[in-house]
């Protein structure tokens, strides 16, 4: 199905309302949400609306409490989520962390008491349009594999870098830091197909390519082995060990029991720039960098070499004018949705 990026913001919008919630929060999550979908990144957009709505109605999410700040310095921040929607406590921190960034030069804002806040890269890009490098970054509940272990002992925890550039649009990295994000594994579980190899183990830690074995009887495997496993260990600390929310074994899985708040914790950091270099000279720089990497030598049947971001910077410009390409797992969760709260999805989706 192809929508207008304008209408599917509206129905996401009316969704929220719908269900109580603030008209300026449900707005600031829809923009998080459509954003995303406009990157082509639809495993953590509006897909996720759904299941969001379902935890505000059995209590693993609240729709009347707001994210507050509970201890901060001129460079760093704790934000209590209270459960609230997690896409507006993650923007609001990291707005925060931009803001004292551009006071001391770097600023770090750690959240706890939230919940699944979509793609990481939202919120680093947030940085980057303000012209400071970001970082973001979330646990989330186990699921994936340690190293030599059989059975799921830390999230897929996702993590992403956005770096301005001259041209307004940032260089950025958005990646689970297992081999990949699980909503790939639900959408293989919907369209009934098989998984590639290396991404799951069985529970006698034997590789598995059957998506319907997850979670139950598999587990994610960490990225390139020791070295995704290594990062989700950094991701969990500055997330969660920091800012008291759970960790490791005792995160609740947001989409497993809906009653249950997941106190999952993010991160987020933002570098001013120009605090440390002139702008010019850093633009000049990273523009060296990128034509560098844009030309270099290509192998056979390579037409283009893309910089971390660049595939969804193209698919943004495009489906901003041409409209936005759902897949089929995205409208079944919007479809739920509309019948769930009798909208008429007609009315937007068109
Ligand atoms: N909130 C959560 O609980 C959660 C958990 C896991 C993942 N996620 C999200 O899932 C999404 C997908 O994660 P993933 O690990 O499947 O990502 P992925 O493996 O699809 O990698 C995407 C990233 O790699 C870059 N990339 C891909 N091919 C490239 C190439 N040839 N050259 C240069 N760059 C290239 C993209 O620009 C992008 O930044 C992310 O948005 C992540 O934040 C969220």
Redesign the pocket.
Known sequence: MKVKHELLRAFCVDAMVKFDMDKSDAETTADVMVT?DLMG?N??GSKQLYLLLKNMKEGGLSVKTKPEVVDEGPGFAVIDGNFAMPMVTATKAMNLAIKKAKETGIAYVGVKGSS??????FYANMAAKEGLIGLSM?N?DPCMAVPGGKTPHF????I?YAIPTSNGKSV?????T?V?????IFAAKILGKSIPDGWLIDSDGKPTNDPMKYPQDACILP?AGHKGYGIAVLIEVLSAIVTGASFTLDVPCWVRDFSKPANQGHAFIAIDIKKIIPIADFESRMNKMINQIHDAPKVDGIEKI???????WEKYDRQLKEGIELPEDVVINLKKLAEELDMNMDEYLK
């Open positions: 995303t990144i495993t953590h699944h806040f979509g793609a990481a890269g979330s989330v999230g897929t925890n996702p992403a950025f990295l958005d990646i689970a297992s990949s994000a699980v909503s790939k990225m893309y910089l971390p971001g660049e595939m969804e």
